[in-house]
């Protein structure tokens, strides 16, 4: 998938930078074109000469060159890249990136460049735990930026944990995949809200649903090998996100909504797959709640509904998706639901079908979009379903 592409690497300075030596040589083997831009701090770990010698082309570092002055052009080589790799990205670097700073070649370089980009952090444990470095990631992934997640071993300090650099092979294979998929929705961002909620009772009890949150799951991972940039607003489940989703975790309806509002304004696309409970108890006991009677009550109050109330606040340009989980008169309620809640289109699955819905690998739906259109899909696993929902969803925004 390489072959033919301009692949433009970016080196800052952390000791990881030894390994960019092989990550050249394996892109070279792949048949692409390299170029390498170094901080001033990454000449301290890897040889410039190592680095062109490699990539068979100068190495770019300062804006001007010393002995004739000249300049270099961080537009035109922001431009020339088909693919922009930044390995290993240092602390320093990603708080840069995510804030905007530009006080050298590369990261003027990457305000310039217009190809998707991918950052390979590496940093010792803590550095990498630090919560302003995790908002500095979030920040990246917001923007559109593809994070290759750190690994966990032994870093620099000696101390083991999460921190280290990707290898180069993973790196490279990471690459491949993406330009593999096609990336009809580069540039679009994408809201998902999957799973159940979980409505606290007392300290020990919540009431929940059968959600596996499966769907939603499959959804943000198509949407990411489409080129999206997901965010995935996730209730309790055990399903793990790839790592370049920004999934945030959340347990109530209440802190669902509250998470949806906070990220709907920037999205083109919003689909919410979540199983939201309808109703939570109307207070929270603070102490376990004993047995005493035979009869326990529970008032319960209503939750908000986030589809409902994005519908309403929603711009034209945003596609909104709901669901339907129906078990009676399915295509009348999903039809209803459509109009009350101002979708775009709603995907209805039906307990009556087998296979269909809760905790299945599998799943059959029907797409009915604004304009009443029905289109009922076959029995599929979820990978499948997700890719026929987004095959409507690139269908409407074509329209
Ligand atoms: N939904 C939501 N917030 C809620 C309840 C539901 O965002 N508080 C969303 C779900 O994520 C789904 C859609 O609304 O996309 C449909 O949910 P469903 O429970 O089937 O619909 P309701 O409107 O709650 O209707 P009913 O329970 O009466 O079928």
Same mark, same amino acid.
């Given at each position: 998938?390489?072959?033919?592409?301009?692949?433009?690497?970016?080196?800052?300075?952390?000791? +990881?930078?030894?390994?960019?030596?092989?990550?050249?040589?394996? &892109?070279?083997?792949?048949?692409? #074109?390299?170029?390498?831009?170094?901080?001033?701090?990454?000449? =301290?770990?890897?040889?410039?000469?190592?680095?062109?010698?490699?990539?068979? #082309?100068?190495?770019?570092?300062?804006?001007?060159?010393?002995?004739?002055? =000249?300049?270099?052009?961080?537009?035109?080589?922001?431009?020339? /890249?088909?693919?922009?790799?930044?390995?290993? /990205?240092?602390?320093?670097?990603?708080?840069?990136?995510?804030?905007?700073?530009?006080?050298?070649?590369? @990261?003027?370089?990457?305000?310039?460049?217009?190809?998707?980009?991918?950052?390979?952090?590496?940093?010792?444990?803590? @550095?990498?735990?630090?919560?302003?470095?995790?908002?500095?990631?979030?920040?990246?992934?917001?923007?559109?930026? $593809?994070? &290759?997640?750190?690994?966990?071993?032994?870093?620099?300090?000696?101390?083991?944990?999460?921190?280290?650099?990707?290898?180069?092979?993973?790196?490279? @294979?990471?690459?491949?995949?993406?330009?593999? =998929?096609?990336?009809?929705?580069?540039?679009? $961002?994408?809201?998902?809200?999957?799973?159940?909620?979980?409505?606290?009772?007392?300290?020990?009890?919540?009431?929940?649903?059968?959600?596996?949150?499966? @769907?939603?799951?499959?959804?943000?991972?198509?949407?990411?090998?489409?080129? +999206?940039?997901?965010?995935?607003?996730?209730?309790?489940?055990?399903? #793990? /996100?790839?790592?370049?989703?920004?999934?945030?975790? *959340?347990?109530?309806?209440? =802190?669902?909504?509250?998470?949806?509002?906070?990220?709907?304004?920037?999205?083109?696309?919003?689909?919410?797959? /979540?199983? *939201?409970?309808?109703?939570?108890?109307?207070?929270?006991?603070?102490?376990?709640?004993?047995?005493?009677?035979?009869?326990?009550?529970? $008032?319960?109050?209503?939750?908000?509904?986030?589809?409902?109330?994005?519908? !309403?606040?929603?711009?034209? %340009?945003?596609?909104?998706?709901?669901?339907?989980?129906?078990?009676?008169?399915?295509?009348? %309620?999903?039809?209803?639901?459509?109009? $009350?809640?101002?979708?775009?289109?709603?995907?209805?699955?039906?307990?009556?079908?087998?296979?269909? !819905?809760?905790?299945?690998?599998?799943?059959?739906?029907?797409?009915?979009?604004?304009?009443?259109? &029905?289109?009922?899909?076959?029995?599929?696993?979820?990978?499948?379903?997700?890719?026929?929902?987004? #095959?409507?969803?690139?269908?409407?925004?074509?329209?």
């Amino acid at each position: 998938m390489l072959s033919g592409k301009n692949i433009l690497l970016g080196i800052t300075g952390g000791i +990881a930078a030894y390994k960019t030596a092989n990550l050249v040589r394996l &892109i070279k083997k792949s048949g692409a #074109n390299v170029q390498v831009i170094m901080t001033p701090d990454a000449k =301290e770990f890897v040889t410039p000469l190592t680095l062109s010698t490699l990539s068979e #082309n100068p190495v770019h570092s300062a804006f001007s060159d010393e002995d004739t002055g =000249e300049w270099t052009n961080h537009v035109e080589l922001g431009l020339w /890249a088909d693919i922009f790799i930044i390995a290993p /990205a240092t602390a320093n670097t990603i708080g840069k990136m995510a804030n905007g700073l530009c006080d050298n070649l590369l @990261m003027a370089t990457y305000l310039s460049a217009k190809c998707p980009v991918f950052v390979a952090p590496a940093m010792d444990l803590d @550095m990498y735990k630090h919560e302003t470095t995790a908002e500095n990631l979030k920040k990246l992934i917001i923007n559109g930026n $593809r994070v &290759i997640d750190a690994q966990v071993g032994q870093l620099a300090s000696g101390l083991v944990g999460k921190g280290r650099m990707e290898e180069p092979e993973e790196i490279v @294979m990471y690459i491949n995949n993406y330009l593999k =998929e096609g990336l009809v929705l580069q540039g679009k $961002r994408v809201l998902i809200t999957a799973g159940p909620t979980y409505e606290q009772i007392d300290p020990v009890r919540f009431i929940g649903n059968n959600s596996s949150g499966k @769907m939603g799951y499959e959804l943000a991972e198509k949407a990411m090998k489409l080129g +999206a940039s997901v965010t995935l607003v996730s209730g309790p489940t055990h399903l #793990n /996100a790839d790592k370049t989703i920004n999934r945030i975790s *959340v347990r109530s309806a209440q =802190e669902m909504y509250t998470e949806v509002l906070e990220n709907y304004k920037e999205s083109d696309i919003i689909i919410m797959a /979540a199983a *939201v409970a309808d109703y939570t108890p109307a207070q929270v006991e603070s102490d376990k709640i004993k047995k005493s009677d035979d009869h326990l009550e529970i $008032r319960l109050t209503s939750t908000k509904d986030i589809l409902r109330h994005i519908g !309403g606040v929603k711009s034209d %340009n945003q596609l909104l998706i709901g669901f339907a989980l129906e078990t009676t008169n399915e295509l009348e %309620n999903a039809k209803g639901k459509l109009k $009350r809640k101002n979708l775009d289109m709603i995907v209805l699955n039906s307990l009556n079908d087998q296979g269909a !819905g809760f905790g299945h690998d599998t799943n059959q739906i029907s797409i009915i979009d604004k304009s009443n259109k &029905i289109e009922k899909y076959e029995l599929k696993s979820k990978s499948e379903v997700a890719t026929d929902i987004f #095959n409507k969803i690139i269908s409407l925004l074509n329209s």
